[in-house]
């Protein structure tokens, strides 16, 4: 089956780094995006992998091991605004985004 | 706004009604997927077209939901004879086909069912 697993709720102090877990089980892989999502709003683009690496884009960074099946999402210099939930999505073999959860990253001052 | 917009962004109806939302996408994305999002969990795949064509629909979809682009532009989503459980938001996405194919989102209609 496919499966696409990260933490339901992490915790961050204001100003701190902290690092978002993605594992993934797909048939197929043709990229990974991260989503952020404020509450009672619609998901908006972060970052896209699909070659194994680091993607750094201003305070926020995503890896990405496809031999692994994992992904993470570094954010830094925490800003009371990056409370959100962080979504996973895995692009599979028919090119169908295949989402996670979403984890719900808490900020506190 | 040339972003994707979704009509109307809330609804609330009691149970077997019909509903029909609508979905304007980017202009030039020939790509309209449709999701459904509830509280806590990441969106669930619905369906989606690639200009007019429906090419995937999920098998968790019940005959109680119909979509459609007409004419490759904007689409429509009708659930029939709602119940309780079809209480979500209703995401609606666009992008252009390809593999990285990022997905605009709208920003989504909550509909709840009395």
């Known amino acids: 089956g496919q499966n696409i697993d990260q933490p339901t709720e992490m915790t961050a102090t204001e100003g701190a780094i902290v690092q978002i877990n993605c594992t993934y089980q797909?048939?197929?892989?043709?990229?990974l995006f991260w989503y952020q999502q404020h509450a009672g709003e619609a998901p908006t683009f972060l970052s896209y992998?699909?070659l194994d690496g680091l993607e750094e884009k201003g305070r926020f960074s995503s890896f990405l091991s496809r031999s692994k099946g994992y992904s993470y999402l570094l954010l830094k210099e925490l800003q009371m605004k990056d409370s959100a939930s962080y979504l996973c999505?895995?692009?599979?073999?028919?090119?169908?985004?295949?989402w996670g959860a979403g984890t719900k990253l808490i900020i506190k001052p | 706004d040339t972003g994707v917009s979704q009509d109307p962004r809330h609804k609330i109806t009691k149970r077997g009604q019909n509903v029909t939302f609508r979905c304007d996408p980017i202009?030039?994305?020939?790509?309209l997927y449709w999701y459904r999002q509830t509280l806590g969990q990441g969106p669930e795949f619905l369906t989606y077209?690639?200009?007019?064509?429906?090419?995937?629909k999920s098998r968790l979809l019940s005959d109680r939901f119909s979509a459609e682009r007409p004419k490759g532009s904007f689409s429509t989503l009708e659930i029939q004879r709602t119940e309780q459980g079809d209480s979500a938001m209703y995401l609606c996405?666009?992008?252009?086909?390809?593999?990285?194919?990022?997905?605009?989102f709208g920003p989504g209609t909550r509909l709840t069912v009395l």
């Open positions: 996405a666009s992008g252009t086909s390809g593999g990285g194919d990022e997905q605009f």
């Open positions: 992998n699909v």
């Open positions: 202009s030039e994305h020939n790509r």
């Open positions: 077209f690639q200009n007019e064509a429906q090419l995937e």
């Open positions: 999505a895995v692009s599979g073999s028919n090119y169908q985004l295949i």
């Open positions: 797909t048939s197929g892989f043709n990229g």
